[in-house]
């Protein structure tokens, strides 16, 4: 199992929290596109887990993670054998990503271990739940028999996460583990990651090519500026 993959702190509050927009009763407004990361987005990874503060670093890893530990712990992750989920923004950076470590066992039940980060500019917005809920989901259509979250007693967002979820909390001084029993998988639970991969997929290529359209439009408009003025006169 990869190390240390910590529960985070970048959650750092509640959906319920978030100021509701007029839209919010329809299932759509609440729907958040969660992609699945390859071995291609390995250093978006990186550069996501680089810009969390010192707290958020001390929440996800369980200790001041410097630089250079952050860069050890990406290298050393396998995409193959583990799952890593992703979301993204508007200009597609990476706000928030989770890693579901699998291959542990307890009494011949296969168990996995989740940890979640969110930048400080996406907090609030339920952003880690919705990860936790998605690697649920996951997790269990891989026969996973247990979610185990690791994390410090300090961390409540991440704890209220799991014991809102129906995990048993076990706290041993500053560190707590959370363990949810999850159900077996179904036909609806696979259909659902289908649909819900998909989607992603398809909205991530949309923020794509308008993210390429913009930067074609700003080039043609120095390229225009440039053209009408070569020598900076009006």
């Known amino acids: 199992m990869n190390p240390a993959p ?13 100021k509701k927009g007029p839209w919010d009763w329809l ?3 609440r729907w958040v596109p ?7 987005h390995r250093n978006r990874v990186r550069q996501h ?25 990406v290298a050393a992750l396998d995409f193959n054998r583990d799952e890593l989920f992703g979301i993204f923004n508007r200009h597609l950076q990476l706000i928030a990503t989770s890693h579901v470590a699998y291959g542990g066992e307890i009494q011949g039940k296969r168990f996995a271990e989740f940890a979640v980060s969110v930048v400080g500019g996406a907090r609030g917005r339920g952003l880690g739940a919705r990860l936790f809920d998605h690697a649920v989901m996951h997790a269990r259509n891989r026969s996973v028999d247990r979610m185990l979250i690791h994390a410090l007693s300090e961390n409540v967002a991440m704890l ?11 706290r041993d001084g500053g560190e707590s583990e959370a363990w949810l029993k999850l159900p077996p998988d179904s036909l609806g639970s696979h259909v ?3 649909v819900a991969t998909q989607a992603a997929e398809i909205n991530y290529g949309v923020k794509h090519q308008g993210h390429r359209l913009a930067r074609l439009q700003r080039r043609l408009r120095v390229a225009s500026a440039r053209w009408w ?5 009006r």
């Open 160 to 170: 209220r996460i799991a014991h809102k979820a129906g995990a048993v909390v076990q």
């Open 34 to 40: 969660i992609r699945t990361l390859h071995e291609r």
């Open 6 to 18: 910590r529960a985070a702190s970048a959650e750092g509050g509640s959906a319920a929290r978030r």
């Open 27 to 29: 299932p759509l407004a």
């Open 49 to 73: 887990l680089l810009s969390l503060n010192g707290r958020d670093r001390y929440l996800r890893f369980g200790y001041p993670a410097s630089d250079e530990a952050i860069e050890r712990y």
């Open 229 to 233: 003025h070569p020598h900076g006169h």
């Open 192 to 194: 659902e990651e289908l």
